[in-house]
């Protein structure tokens, strides 16, 4: 007897047709956010929730291939703070809400946040 495959993150969310989705949303979140919004007023959107939708579909265990800097790269120079960071954790969780996703897979995603913590944030 064989046991199937446990799905991976990337296909509980809806593959890159999910994913796309909760990184827009993300990017609004954050866009209105005033904790945050400033960091995102000279950004393109579309090329935001691009990179956003990449990074998350190849760490979640997608085929895509993520095309963006590093994070520490990204964030070096940006004196982005605690408050900042978990604005930020709280954005995506309200597109993960938006979204409909399970709490197994919001877990798993705050776990990816954190793990990332130590190159975004920089005082």
Do not use: W
């Amino acid at each position: 007897m064989s046991e199937a495959a446990t799905p991976t993150l990337y296909e509980r969310l809806g593959k890159r047709p999910g994913i796309e989705a909760i990184a827009k949303d993300i990017f609004h979140n954050h866009s209105n956010n005033p904790i945050v919004k400033n960091r995102y007023v000279n950004s393109d959107p579309d090329t935001v929730i691009r990179l956003v939708t990449e990074m998350c579909c190849a760490g979640f265990g997608g085929p895509e291939t993520y095309t963006g800097r590093d994070m520490i790269t990204a964030h070096t120079g940006m004196n982005i703070n605690e408050i900042e960071f978990v604005a930020v954790c709280d954005d995506v969780l309200a597109a993960l809400d938006k979204n409909s996703v399970g709490q197994k897979e919001k877990d798993e995603i705050l776990c990816i946040l954190y793990s990332l913590k130590s190159q975004i944030v920089h005082l």
